[in-house]
Nanobody
Framework: QVQLVESGGGLVQAGGSLRVSCVVS????????MGWYRHVPGKQRELVAV???????NYADSVKGRCTISRDNDKNTVYLQMNSLKPEDTDVYYC???????????????WGQGTQVTVSS
């Protein structure tokens, strides 16, 4: 089975930085995209950052210039470096992957359990 496990969340003061990590394990044929999502008040899960297999990246307007998504292919790990954090960034951050677990299957969405990020003022 494909499994996504996040780590690196915690408590940080406003203006500080955190890097959350997500390790992908299990049967993987190819990865189409990996990224990070979070919940916001009154809304469903929203995109924070995503990187595609083609090398493109997309960020939510609220984090542009403050966050950077990256991947270590050797470790099957995706990172989200978050700088200049604001109290509004407080949320549970969920790792996301769109991948094929085998050649005869289509791309499917997978989610991690989430890691808590709390930014104090």
């Amino acid at each position: 089975q494909v499994q996504l496990v996040e780590s690196g969340g915690g408590l940080v003061q406003a203006g500080g930085s955190l890097r959350v990590s997500c390790v992908v394990s299990g049967s993987i044929f190819s990865i189409n995209a990996m990224g990070w999502y979070r919940h916001v008040p009154g809304k469903q899960r929203e995109l924070v950052a995503v990187g595609t297999s083609g090398g493109s990246t997309n960020y939510a307007d609220s984090v542009k210039g403050r966050c950077t998504i990256s991947r270590d292919n050797d470790k099957n790990t995706v990172y989200l470096q978050m700088n200049s954090l604001k109290p509004e960034d407080t949320d549970v951050y969920y790792c996301y992957a769109n991948l094929r677990s085998s050649w005869w299957q289509e791309n499917k969405d997978y989610w991690g359990q989430g890691t808590q990020v709390t930014v104090s003022s």
